[in-house]
Nanobody
Framework: QVQLVESGGGLVQPGGSLRVSCAASGRIFSGKIMGWFRQAPGKQRELVARITSIGITVYADSVKGRFTISRDNAKNMVYLQMNSLKPEDSAVYYC??????WGWGQGTQVTVSS
């Protein structure tokens, strides 16, 4: 069973940057498409970016050009670099496999506010 632990969230001003990280346990990680998801209060969880085992990336239109997903298979890590942050990016951010994954981690809160 893969366990996922997200970290790196926080409070940032509009226009600022933040990098969130995801540590995954389990050998299955390296061959799996991984995604970053987010869920804002009162909204459904949505996929914002995904990355294949060889680094091919796809982004939601709302974050394209501002967010960058990356991974380190040797360390079982996935990262999301977020630039030019907007208040509407505020949410709890989660990583998981895509299109199917494992149990959800606790997530990391990102708040964009002045």
């Amino acid at each position: 069973q893969v366990q996922l632990v997200e970290s790196g969230g926080g409070l940032v001003q509009p226009g600022g940057s933040l990098r969130v990280s995801c540590a995954a346990s389990g050998r299955i990680f390296s061959g799996k498409i991984m995604g970053w998801f987010r869920q804002a209060p009162g909204k459904q969880r949505e996929l914002v970016a995904r990355i294949t085992s060889i680094g091919i990336t796809v982004y939601a239109d709302s974050v394209k050009g501002r967010f960058t997903i990356s991974r380190d298979n040797a360390k079982n890590m996935v990262y999301l670099q977020m630039n030019s942050l907007k208040p509407e990016d505020s949410a709890v951010y989660y990583c998981n496999g895509y299109p199917s994954g494992w149990g959800w981690g606790q997530g990391t809160q990102v708040t964009v506010s002045s």
